[in-house]
């Protein structure tokens, strides 16, 4: 794991896990408003991301290098923020450490188990058909096109593009990391049995399978209505980042307080 921009705040910590086509740099506008507000942000690059593409071990467990970066770090307690590959990686740290995660926040979450619609499907094919003939860079423009929404700002879209393409470049020379056992699986009630404060949102103009899945979700946590971050996509946080942190820092002021 590589070491995360750390903004330091005045209180609670939040930390902050990326997309899959993204890294950590997707929170660069949060840091420093997080930091004003009192919060002490940390952004992390997941395993075979950003300035952790690396050559791969036999097996990676991204919620394992998030908490040893965080034990590196001196932080005990902590909220968790994720978006998509980011919102999994959060529930498997709160599985695996409990104790330890004063909130949720999850954002674009879908269960690999669930069937994709045929938008999903066709994202996932047309960027599969481009680097199998080789051409990174529609790869990566089908990854702009199926992740960010029609109304993102020509910045988002550029940085978006030089998040994926340096994604694919790092799973093209690398491979794809075999993950390790996913502890949610470890019960089938997993999800359930958290008992945390936990809020689920999704992007207004993002596929269904994300409406579907931060639903089924929700229930499974109680957390009660799935918030919608209006004109944005599967990477609603990056395109919206003023919506979301005063999504997220409400969401951090009504926790209980720490005992």
């Known amino acids: 794991m590589i070491l995360p921009f750390d903004e330091a705040g005045r209180g609670e910590t939040v930390v902050l896990l990326h997309a899959r086509p993204a890294d950590r740099t997707m929170w660069r506008a949060h840091l420093p408003v997080l930091a004003e507000a009192g919060v002490r942000a940390i952004a992390v690059d997941l395993p075979g991301h950003g300035d952790a593409a690396a050559p ?16 590196h770090l001196a932080v005990d307690r902590f909220t968790l923020a994720g978006n998509s590959l980011g919102a999994l990686v959060a529930l498997q740290i709160a599985a695996t450490e409990p104790r330890r995660v004063r909130g949720l926040v999850s954002i674009g979450y879908r269960p690999h188990d669930l069937p994709p619609s045929s938008r999903l499907q066709s994202a996932w094919d047309t960027e599969r058909a481009a680097l199998e003939h080789g051409d990174i860079e529609a790869a990566v423009q089908a ?8 109304k993102a700002s020509d910045a988002v879209r550029e940085q978006a593009a030089v998040m994926m393409r340096s ?10 990391p075999k993950p390790a056992a996913d502890p949610l699986r470890n019960s089938t009630g997993a999800l359930r049995d958290l008992r945390l ?4 949102g999704v992007g207004e103009l993002d596929m ?11 229930d499974d946590l109680g957390a009660g209505e799935v918030a919608v971050l209006s004109d944005a996509g599967h ?8 919506a979301f942190c005063a999504l997220l820092l409400d969401f951090m002021g009504r926790l209980p307080a720490r005992t």
Do not use: H, K, M
Request: glycine share 8%.
């Open 167 to 176: 994604q694919l470049v790092a799973r093209i020379a690398y491979g794809e």
């Open 235 to 242: 990477l609603a946080p990056f395109e919206q980042p003023a």
């Open 197 to 200: 404060p936990a809020l689920v």
């Open 56 to 71: 791969q071990r036999n097996e990676v467990a991204p919620w394992t290098d998030v908490l040893e970066t965080l034990d």
């Open 143 to 150: 990854g702009v096109e199926a992740w960010t929404s029609p």
């Open 208 to 218: 269904p399978d994300f409406f579907e899945g931060g639903a089924g979700l929700s």
